[in-house]
C-alpha cells in the first residue's frame, strides 16, 4: 500500500487521413506525465492537476470516469490517487483527453499487478473518453495504449489490431491555437455519405494498411487522402489548404486534420523531411496572428509508458 508511480501518457493522431474513428499512431514527444498512488482509503481521487483548469470532480473528469469503471468492475481491496500534469492542451486534436483517460486505467493496473490486458484497458479509457467527445471511440486510446499504428476493427465488442511502423516514418505537427470541441466537430459530419466516395475511403484504409506493412512509401502517399471527413472539417481550420498544400510541396507523404483538429499532421520519409515540413507550417502561421505550436516526432512504437 502506498505504492506510487510516473507515467508517460503519450499524445495521438486519430483518424490517420483516410481511417475515420478506426486508425490512430502514437506519438513520442509529446504527452501528459500522471502519478497514480495506491492508498489504503478506498476509492478514486483526484489530487493535483497542473497545466490546464480541469475539474477534480471524478465523474466530470475524464481519468476519473475511466478509473471509476474500471474500479467499480474489479473492486480491489485498495483505492487510488490520481495526479495529472497535463501538457497536452484540450481540445487540440492530438488526444488530450485520451491521454488521461489511459493514463489513470494504465496506472491503476500496473499498481495491482496487469491482472488486465491492453484492449481491456482501452475498454475502461473508452468510458473517461465518451465524456469528452459523446461518443466511445477508440482510435486515440489504442495508439496511446498499444502503441504505433493501431486499427479498431470493432468498437463492440472492443478488437484492437496492431499495424508495423515502417522505421523512417516521422510526424510534424502543427497546433494552430484555437480549440475545437471534437463533440462539435462531429456534429458537422453527414449522417451517411455517396457510394463512390466510400469506395474510394475504403480502398485508402486498405491501401495505407498494406503500405505499413510493406513499409511503401510511394502507397503510403497515395493513401493518405481522406475524401469523406476533410471537407467537412477544414472550414474549422484556418489556412488548412494553404497549409497542406505548402507541406506537399515540400515532400511530406500526406497531411491531413489530426482527430477532430485544429492540429494538422504530416507524415514524412525520414527526420530531415519532417523537419522541413515544420519550417513549411510554421511559416504559413507566422504570416497570421493566430499563435501556434509546431512538434516533430518520430512513431511511438512502445506507447504509455512507466518513467
Ligand atoms: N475519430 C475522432 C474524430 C477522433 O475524428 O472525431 C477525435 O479526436
Redesign the pocket.
Known sequence: MGKEIRIFSPATV??VACG??VLGFCLDTIGDEMVIKQTKEKGIKITKIEGYDLPYEVEKNVAGVSALAMYNDLKPDCGFEIKIYKNIKPGS?I?SSSASAAGSVYGMNELLGRPLDKTKLTYYAMKGEALA?QCE?A??LAPAIFGGFTLVKSACPLQILELPTPSDLYATLIHPQIEIK?AE??ALLPKEIPLNNAITQWANVGSLVHALHTSDYNLIKEALIDIV?EPYRKQLIPHFDAVKSAVMETGALGCAIS??GPSIFALSKSEVTAKAVQSTMGDIYSKTDIEFETYVSNINTQGIKIL
Open positions: 486519430a483518424n475515420f474513428d486534436g488526444g467527445s471511440h482510435d486515440n471534437t466537430s462531429r471527413i482527430g477532430s
